[in-house]
């Protein structure tokens, strides 16, 4: 398992965790501010909209670890990171079935399909660490015998400062009380189950508690559940939004929820009310929004499966694949194969993704998604003035054009709703889009060539096409025009159009 993700992810998917969004440079650019002046983000100095406002770096030891990272080895670094941060993620889910004596074909399986579940979300981000962090609270949550209480909060201490995640972790503990409450209603082991529910209730306290210890303090805690407060961003944001199930991810979901559901109502033996209410929490969760589908195959699914070995085990051998994964198990070595291909990927790594004259992963942004000419005939020029452009182009103009501030990037949860808002409905031209423009005082738009308002923006003859190519155009307020035949249209109207025209050659090409 480690090794098949370890090699597959950063080598084949590196478009998906580096280009995925534009939030990998702005996390980068922050952990860099934070490593150059040995100081956290107290304000922010990044957009000239909320410029001199006070911010929360909520996460930012991920940040100036993937920085760190970034500096040492570059984007090729930084994507075998996360590669094997993944691998180890879905490595330990098998490894925590294989403990509990499951049946070795069934643990391979259910790692494999939690991978498949979490690739939607293979993006070199702060979240990685969550889905590590939850496996591992599983391993606590699902012992024999309770673990100790520090252990929780060594576990929670780190990661609520690696990622606001940790507020996942705390309701999957809770998940784990009410279920033990519910086994200790019931008749039963009456005395077991309360001991249980006193153990996950003071690994709730205890869990919670630590996450106060943090640069930001109480404010931290209070930042990450207050951005679910803010209806807006989730309605609007699509990871937020609920999975779509015409899609090879929400179909594969589907069948992974209905293959759960039927296979605790056929099984012989009801399961746990801790393992029921955590695969029905998981169904819900997951049906709420799609980010958390990766998380219903990193918990859910685990439990699904030590539940149903016993009647996994019953069922006809399909030849001899259970039983050559069984003697396999017995007898493998994995840990030398393992340590081996993470060193190999970490000189591929500090030789920033190549191997003599073979580049083995990219080392760069892609141009076929971020606006790389037009940022770097900007930067050429000295091009500056207040500038509104597309959402996920803001995190990578942070970092590849740093003088600029931009409008705003992928932290909602700081620029709150009501920019947000703003944004919106500018770049979808609602009535009065115009009016933002001149209130702002927005003298460029670096926007798509496709992008409806940059057409609307190149009819009007105040505003001048500076620079465009297939994948953007860097319009300027008061920019000489150009000269075009007399055909009627006004503005840069025909120079966009041609750049337009480009890129759909080059989509009809691809």
């Known amino acids: 398992m480690f090794v098949t993700w370890a090699l597959v992810i950063p080598l084949v ?68 990171f996360a590669g094997l941060l993944l691998a180890l993620t879905y490595a330990l889910v098998s490894r925590f079935l294989l403990r509990r004596g499951v049946d070795p074909l069934l643990a391979y399986c259910t790692g494999t399909v939690a991978a498949v579940l979490g690739g939607l979300h293979w993006l070199a981000r702060p979240h990685l660490v969550t889905f590590l962090a939850v496996v591992l609270l599983l391993f606590l949550l699902e012992r024999e015998r309770p673990a100790k209480l520090w252990v929780y909060g060594l576990l929670f201490v780190v990661w609520a400062n690696l990622h606001g995640g940790f507020a996942f972790g705390l309701v999957l503990i809770g998940i784990y009380l009410v279920g033990a409450l519910a086994e200790a209603a019931a008749p039963g082991e009456r005395a077991k189950w309360l001991g249980w529910a006193k153990h996950y209730g003071l690994a709730l306290v205890v869990g919670a508690a630590v996450t106060v210890i943090n640069p930001n303090g109480i404010g931290l805690p209070a930042h990450v559940v207050g951005f679910f407060g803010e209806s807006y961003l989730t309605d609007v944001t699509n990871e937020f939004m609920s999975p779509n199930f015409h899609t090879w991810t929400g179909k594969i979901f589907l069948a992974a929820m209905l293959l759960a559901v039927g296979g605790l109502a056929l099984s012989r033996k ?98 076929q998604v971020f606006p790389v000419a037009a940022v770097e005939e900007a930067r050429r020029e000295g091009v500056e003035g207040n500038m509104f452009h597309e959402f996920i182009w803001g995190g990578y103009l942070l970092i590849a054009w740093p003088e600029q501030r931009v409008f705003i990037d992928g932290g909602t949860d ?95 090409t691809e």
């Open 13 to 80: 998917f590196y478009g998906r965790l580096v280009n995925g969004d534009g939030d990998l440079p702005r996390h980068l650019r922050l952990g860099g501010y934070m490593l150059e002046h040995r100081a956290l983000v107290r304000e922010d100095f990044f957009s000239w909209t909320k410029a001199g406002q006070p911010f929360i770096a909520f996460e930012w030891l991920s940040e100036v670890l993937y920085a760190s990272i970034y500096g040492l080895t570059g984007l090729a670094g930084v994507a075998i």
């Open 270 to 367: 009801r399961p746990t009310y801790p393992r029921l209410f955590l695969v029905l929490a998981s169904i819900a969760f997951s049906l709420i929004a799609q980010r958390n589908i990766a998380l219903f195959g990193l918990t859910a699914l685990a439990v699904f499966a030590l539940h149903i070995d016993p009647e996994w085990r019953r069922l006809p051998a399909i030849g001899r694949v259970r039983a050559v994964f069984e003697r396999d198990e017995h007898r493998r070595r994995t840990g030398p194969w393992a340590v081996g291909i993470t060193i190999v990927l970490l000189i591929i790594a500090l030789n920033r993704g190549t191997i003599g004259p073979v580049t083995v992963v990219p080392n760069a942004f892609g141009p």
């Open 414 to 508: 700081y620029y709150g709703t009501e920019l947000y808002r703003e944004f919106i409905e500018t770049i979808t031209l609602t009535p009065g889009w115009r009016d933002t423009f001149d209130e702002r005082n927005i003298s460029l738009a670096l926007l798509g060539t496709g992008s409806a308002l940059a057409h609307e923006l190149a009819r009007d003859s105040t505003w001048g096409v500076r620079f465009c190519d297939d994948r953007a155009v860097l319009l300027q307020r008061g920019f000489p025009l150009s000269e075009h035949p007399d055909d009627g249209s006004p503005g840069d109207y025909h120079k966009l159009w041609a750049c337009y025209e480009a890129s759909r050659a080059g989509k009809a």
